[in-house]
C-alpha cells in the first residue's frame, strides 16, 4: 500500500503526519489512526498500510508535535527507564482533550480537502493513550465521526467532572472497545460502568476484555504484543469499519 509523510497545520503549529492509502485513485472512506503513548513509529506506518489494504485512507498523527524534535522512544526501556518514564508522561500530560479536539478537526479537514477520501464523517482508532483520544473524539465531535475503536485505552472512565464516559448522551458514533486483561487503567469495572452509560444513551457499542495484556495490539510492545489478540483487534476493526463507513 503507498504511504508517505505530509504535514498538517493546526492553530498550534505544524503536525506531521503519515497517511497510507489502498492502491487505486479512490475515494475511499477515511480512518485517523491514533497511536500509543510511545508515538508515531514504523510499527503504526506498517499498522496503517494494514488497514488501508482494507480499503481506507488511514491518517497516523504526531500528537506530540508542539514539543518539536521530540526524541523518539524504545518501547522496550520506555517505561522501565526512569528518565525516559518521565519524559514519556510529560509528553503525555500536554494531550488534554482540548488538544485532542482542535487537532482532530484539522485532520479532519485535511482529510476532506483530499480528492481520494469520501464522505465527511470518518472512523477513529487508538491505542493506549489513542485509545482514549478515539473515545474521547466520539463525544465531542459527533457530527464528524461515524465509528470509534479503542484498543487497550486507558481513561474512558474516571472521577473526574471531564472523564469521557460522561459524555456518552453526545455520541452518535458506534463505539467498540477492546480492552486489555488486568488494566489498571480500565478496569473490569470501568468497563461496566462505560457499558451503562453507551446503554443509557442508546450507542451502538461493544465493550469487550481481551485475554491479553495492556499493549497487546501493537506489535513492537515487546512483551506484550499476543498475535491471537492483534488478529482478533483487526478482525473487529474490519467489521465495525466496514459497517459504518462503507
Known amino acids: 500500500m503507498p504511504v508517505f509523510k505530509d504535514t498538517i497545520t493546526t492553530a498550534d503549529g505544524t503536525c506531521a ?15 485517523v489512526m491514533y497511536p500509543d503513548a510511545g508515538g508515531p513509529r514504523q510499527t503504526f506506518d506498517d499498522m496503517a498500510a494494514r488497514l488501508a489494504a482494507l480499503g481506507y485512507v ?3 498523527p504526531d500528537m506530540y508535535y508542539r514539543d518539536a524534535g521530540w526524541a523518539p522512544f524504545d518501547m522496550a526501556t520506555a517505561f522501565s527507564d526512569e528518565t525516559e518514564r518521565t519524559r514519556l508522561f510529560g509528553l503525555m500530560r500536554k494531550v488534554t482533550q482540548d488538544v485532542m479536539v482542535a487537532d482532530a478537526g484539522a485532520f479532519f479537514d485535511y482529510l476532506t480537502r483530499r480528492t481520494d477520501v469520501q464522505g465527511d464523517k470518518f472512523g477513529t482508532t487508538g491505542y493506549c493513550m489513542g485509545g482514549r483520544t478515539s473515545f474521547v473524539l466520539a463525544g465531542k465531535l459527533p457530527a464528524r465521526i461515524a465509528a470509534a475503536m479503542s484498543f487497550h485505552g486507558g481513561g474512558l472512565v474516571t472521577d473526574a467532572e471531564d472523564s469521557p464516559h460522561l459524555r456518552a448522551d453526545q455520541i452518535s458514533a458506534v463505539v467498540y472497545v477492546g480492552a486489555a486483561s488486568n488494566d489498571a487503567s480500565f478496569t473490569a469495572e470501568h468497563g461496566e460502568i462505560l457499558d451503562r452509560a453507551l446503554t443509557d444513551a442508546g450507542v451502538e457499542h461493544t465493550v469487550e476484555f481481551y485475554p491479553a495484556a495492556h499493549g497487546f495490539a501493537v506489535p513492537d510492545n515487546a512483551g506484550a504484543y499476543d498475535e491471537s489478540a492483534a488478529q482478533r483487534h483487526w478482525d473487529a476493526m474490519e467489521r465495525v469499519f466496514g459497517a459504518a463507513l462503507k
Not at 503526519?17 to 480512518?31: L, N, S, Y
Request: hydrophobic fraction near 50%; proline fraction near 17%; glycine fraction near 12%.
Open 17 to 31: 503526519v503519515t497517511v497510507a492509502t489502498p492502491d487505486g485513485t479512490g475515494p475511499w472512506p477515511a480512518v
Open 58 to 60: 488511514v491518517l497516523v
